[in-house]
């Protein structure tokens, strides 16, 4: 049985604590004091025998473990004679790791001072070198972290919350405003910022309603399901996330920040999967859901239109593969359509250019007038018809061509006079009261005065006119495309002037208010009419410009000679904000019935557009040129194929670059993907009916001739073993428009 180490009994010895700081200073020579050194390191021997008073003698009090009871006993004095010298006390194996402790402590404590308390020793904190985008920012903490007042970098490290400093990222990537799809939710304000994907959260809310109600189920993965039992997504009360989140910095210079792990988007959406190859939701209409800005459809073209060419378009010519109508954006992500000239000029321009039997549009036309109101001293008035001769036209406001009343809207007498004849027949005017003929006067002497004014005052008069009826003045283009000594109005002045010598000669008399005496008709007025009437007989059409004066409707008519007429299309876009309004027609209610309410202004300009958006007219604008509503109701014209918005990051992407780097780029490497729809019609009748309206309808995606695009063709290569299946592959986390800093 082993030996005991040390006595325990409290007469015979003492126990030795290890967390005493103190040791007799005779314990090396193996003769340690009984007591040993009191916690301030002072000698305590004296007090190893003390002698006691007892009756009248005093007796020795040594204990056993000291030596017990001395012979000789105290002294008289009651002093002890063998009390052994004091020694000096020695600081125990813990006080003295305790001391060193401390001193390593104090060193390193101050060698941290030493090393990071200046601006240069900064990275001696950091915790990993910073990636490449922000390797400037290397010595600048605070520019990241945030600090209280100053710039010390250990109050730098002690950062409040992580929201706190995901507002300094915000400080430097721009979170600028840009709409998403038409709807201002999806701007990528600072206030939505940190909200996921930067969007509100009111928006958010209805897009994971939908998706919660959507037909789309796949089993959950494994690693998720226990991954639900954790404290969840860390967000603050506002549902904002930090971005550190998901970007990871000071992981080296190389460490891509925008590098995620799928599983970190799997676990915020409402509805996981497990791989895209595998069960990822299958597309819905993809990439045809966005309304087509020019009416285009390949399967029409390439089944029927490209094959008759002979018949319809001698100087036509097929495309020889997808290049020859489209070209990669710089960036290599998006196929834009090329120009007219590269892509339709060779079938279309010339159609635009001929002189076909399209008569042009009308810009100017002078009503007809029931015979009988010659009686009434209109003056000369050279369209003429007998009573009931023609179909009820309706009143004076349908006879008018819509420019012409445009003009004539900002004529008070005009103004009257349409009013007085609402609902008047002109071609049937036998019954009419006086109130009634004294309109058809001011109507007639209205358009006179119109016709002299323009002639006399030119572009000046006109430009007052238009401005006067549009309410404003006009900007620089809308004068370079109307009004100018050079421009399209400028000759429409040539032709009117040549229109009304014919028209009206002679007649210089205001309002036509010339009377014959005792109320009988005005006999020089008909015989001028006469005379007129045999005289154009012998006249043949004139031109001025694109401008054709036609004697046997009394109209002067515009025919455009080239793509992108300016004139007309100014018109186009002034009038089609107007049309479908609010206020105005609806796309059922064509003709016009509802405008009767509506100021003669935005009468003529809705009218306008529904003239030019017909399909006989020439040019036929509109019949390429997509339509659009826009989000505050008016419509707007899509003059340019689609250009992708600078700066804008929807939910999805796609890049053609490495697509077409690997397939080629002919038609066939094309036709992997973008397949012709063998469903759709070939033929378009309702681009020949009269009464066809463009479709501005929003939700409406005119087609394209291509059948949808299926998860199925895309996870043929993108596997994980080849070309990858990573969620930021296709799909945007921040979403809005992020233009760079200026």
């Known amino acids: 049985m082993p030996r005991s180490l040390a006595d325990y009994d409290s007469d015979r010895g003492h126990y030795a604590r290890a967390e005493q700081p103190w040791v007799c200073g005779r314990a090396c020579e193996g003769t340690p004091c009984y007591i040993g050194p009191d ?12 002698p006691a008073l007892r009756g009248d003698r005093w007796q ?91 710039h010390d970098v250990l109050k730098t490290v002690g950062a409040r919350n992580a929201i706190d400093q995901s507002f300094k990222c915000v400080d430097c990537h721009r979170f600028g405003a840009g709409s998403m799809h038409g709807d201002a939710s999806f701007r990528g304000r600072r206030d939505n910022a940190l909200h996921p994907h930067g969007v509100a959260p009111q928006r958010l809310a209805v897009a994971t309603d939908r998706i919660k109600n959507s037909d789309f189920q796949a089993d959950r993965p494994a690693w998720l399901a226990f ?48 791989a895209f190859s595998q069960d990822h939701p299958e597309f819905t209409n993809y990439p045809y859901q966005r309304r087509m800005r020019i009416h285009f459809d390949h399967s029409a073209h390439y089944g029927l239109h490209f094959g008759n060419f002979q018949r319809l378009m001698p100087e036509g010519r097929k495309p020889e593969s997808c290049t020859t109508c489209h070209a990669p954006d710089p960036s290599g992500a998006k196929m ?31 009503p007809a007038l029931d015979e009988a109101a010659l009686k009434w001293t209109i003056g000369p008035w050279p369209r003429t018809v007998s009573s009931g001769s023609l179909p009820d036209d309706g009143g004076p406001i349908d006879q008018l061509s819509p420019f012409m009343l445009l003009l ?46 323009l002639a006399d005052g030119g572009e000046r008069s006109l430009r007052r006119r238009l401005e006067s009826s549009l309410g404003g003045p006009l900007d620089r283009e809308m004068r370079g495309a109307v009004v100018s000594p050079r421009s399209t109005g400028a000759l429409l002045i040539d032709a009117l002037r040549a229109a009304g010598g014919r028209w009206f000669p002679g007649s210089k008399a205001e309002g036509g208010k010339r009377k014959a005496e005792g109320g009988k008709p005005a006999n020089a007025a008909i015989s001028q009419l006469s005379t007129l009437n045999s005289q154009l007989s012998t006249l043949s059409r004139r031109r001025f410009g694109n401008w054709r004066v ?43 019935v509802r405008l009767a309410g509506r100021p003669l202004r935005e009468r003529a300009l809705s009218r306008m557009f529904r003239q030019l958006a017909d399909p006989a007219v020439p040019g036929s604008c509109v019949k390429c040129h997509t339509v659009d509503r826009t989000s505050n109701g008016p419509l707007q014209i899509n003059w340019t194929s689609y250009r992708p918005e600078p700066y804008t ?16 780029t002919g038609s066939k490497a094309c036709s992997t993907c973008h397949v012709r729809d ?63 800093r200026e």
């Open 678 to 740: 063998g469903n759709v019609k070939l033929f378009h009748p309702q681009f020949t009916r009269r009464d066809w309206l463009p479709n501005f309808d929003p939700a409406s995606a005119l087609t394209s001739g291509f059948s949808a695009i299926k998860r199925q063709d895309c996870a043929k290569c993108h596997t994980p073993k080849i070309a990858g299946q990573s969620c930021l592959q296709c799909h945007n986390y921040h979403v809005g428009r992020f233009p760079p």
């Open 408 to 453: 004539l809207s900002t004529d008070a007498e005009f103004r009257e006079a349409q009013r007085a004849l609402s609902g008047v027949n002109l071609t049937r005017l036998q019954t009419a009261t006086p109130a009634q003929q004294e309109a058809v006067r001011k109507f007639a002497a209205a358009i006179r005065r119109l016709f002299r004014e």
């Open 227 to 274: 991954a639900s039992w954790g404290p969840g997504i860390p967000k603050d009360d506002e549902g904002r996330l930090a971005c550190a989140l998901c970007h990871q910095e000071h992981r080296g210079a190389k460490h891509d920040l925008k590098q995620i792990s799928e599983r970190r988007c799997q676990v915020c959406h409402v509805k996981p999967f497990h």
């Open 39 to 50: 916690e301030q390191g002072r000698c305590q021997v004296h007090l190893e025998c003390v």
């Open 336 to 366: 834009l359509v090329r120009g007219f000239e590269q892509s339709c000029a060779s079938c279309h321009a010339r159609e635009i250019q001929i002189e076909s039997g399209l008569p042009g549009v009308p810009f100017l036309r002078l």
């Open 60 to 150: 020795c009090t040594r204990p056993v473990a000291a030596g017990g009871k001395c012979a000789q006993g105290p002294l008289p004095d009651g002093t002890c004679p063998n009390c052994p010298a004091p020694c000096q006390p020695k600081r125990s194996l813990l006080a003295r790791r305790r001391v060193f402790t401390v001193f390593v402590a104090a060193a390193a404590l101050g060698s941290l001072f030493l090393f990071a308390g200046g601006e240069s020793n900064k990275e001696f904190l950091s915790p990993g070198r910073l990636s490449v985008h922000h390797h400037a920012l290397q010595q600048q903490c605070t520019k990241c972290h945030t600090a209280e007042e100053g």
């Open 649 to 664: 990051h929807g939910f999805t992407r796609f890049s053609h670059h490495p697509h077409l780097k690997e397939l080629g």
């Open 550 to 592: 036609r004697d046997d409707d009394f109209s002067i008519r515009y025919r455009p000679r080239l793509h992108a007429d300016p004139f007309l299309r100014f018109w186009l876009d002034r009038s089609a904000p107007l049309f479908n309004s609010k206020r105005g027609i609806s796309h059922d209610d064509a003709r016009g």
